[in-house]
């Protein structure tokens, strides 16, 4: 089992920052793919940004060059700073990590307004 501590969201105006953080604990070694999921309301969750122990990253169109996603294996954490915030990136972020073998494990979610 893993579980995933997300913290660092909020209430930020068009333009601003935010940086979100999740902390794993339990059988992290299993984890191959840490990463950032959202959802808003009356939508579909997706992928923000995954990556990879090795590092190589992957991000949905809508946020590149805005967000970035980093990891420190060392301390089991994953992070997702993002940059000039637009109101559509108001949704519920959730950290997943998935298994060696393919099981997801969520966090509890933490929610991101982007309002004026």
Do not use: H
């Amino acid at each position: 089992q893993v579980q995933l501590v997300e913290s660092g969201g909020g209430l930020v105006q068009p333009g601003g920052s935010l940086r979100l953080s999740c902390a794993a604990s339990g059988s992290t070694a299993s984890i191959s793919t840490m990463g950032w999921y959202r959802q808003a309301p009356g939508k579909q969750r997706e992928l923000v940004a995954v990556i990879i122990s090795g590092g190589t990253t992957t991000y949905a169109d809508s946020v590149k060059g805005r967000f970035t996603i980093s990891r420190d294996l060392f301390k089991n954490t994953v992070a997702l700073q993002m940059n000039s915030l637009k109101p559509e990136d108001t949704a519920v972020y959730s950290c997943n990590a998935r298994a060696r073998w393919g099981y997801d494990f969520w966090g509890q979610g933490t929610q991101v307004t982007v309002s004026s």
